[in-house]
């Protein structure tokens, strides 16, 4: 038989760092508070959790690259809400923020997860920083803690 691997959602032992976009502060908290419950809810003990605000979701990339150097968590989960205005900076940032996201997870050695709300609306940043319809901060910490559990399980296998 095949031989499967995966990553659990036992968070405990394991140290996480939020990076969080100030822009949007409103759900942007909701999110951090979505992120922190569902790490705490898994198991992680609160002092291994650091929430580390910058000022918008552009700089997301280069402050989730600076923590993962000097801080050498197990997993960084990058949280930010980012609303559709007149001018195309949203398609300028929301690239940026993704692009850099996904390349620092690539070529660095850590999980980075995202949970960067691209929204036309306030009510769909709402709604997906709420609790009802989902929390997409809760989400990126689940994925955060299923990729650090998952980079243990290759590691053990390599
Ligand atoms: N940052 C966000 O996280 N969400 C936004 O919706 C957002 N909108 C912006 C709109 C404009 C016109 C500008 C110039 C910046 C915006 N930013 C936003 C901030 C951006 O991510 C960054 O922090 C600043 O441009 C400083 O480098």
């Given at each position: 038989m095949a031989r499967e691997i995966d990553g659990n959602l036992i968070a405990t032992g394991k140290e996480f760092v939020v990076v969080a976009a100030r822009w949007n502060e409103r759900f942007g908290e909701a999110l951090i508070e979505g992120a922190v419950d569902c790490l705490e809810r898994h198991g992680a003990r609160s002092e291994d959790v650091t929430v580390v605000r910058c000022p918008g979701s552009f700089e997301l990339p280069q402050v989730a690259a600076r923590v993962s150097d000097?801080?050498?968590?197990?997993a960084v989960i990058c949280l930010g809400v980012l609303i559709r205005g007149e001018t195309p900076h949203f398609d300028y940032i929301a690239g940026e923020a993704t692009s850099g996201i996904g390349a620092l997870g690539r070529e660095g050695d850590l999980p980075v997860t995202y949970g960067v709300l691209t929204c036309d609306t306030m009510e769909q940043a709402m709604a997906r920083s709420g609790s009802k319809a989902g929390n997409k901060g809760a989400e990126a910490a689940e994925a955060a803690i299923e990729m650090a559990n998952l980079y243990e399980s290759i590691d053990e296998l390599a």
């Open positions: 000097r801080l050498d968590p197990d």
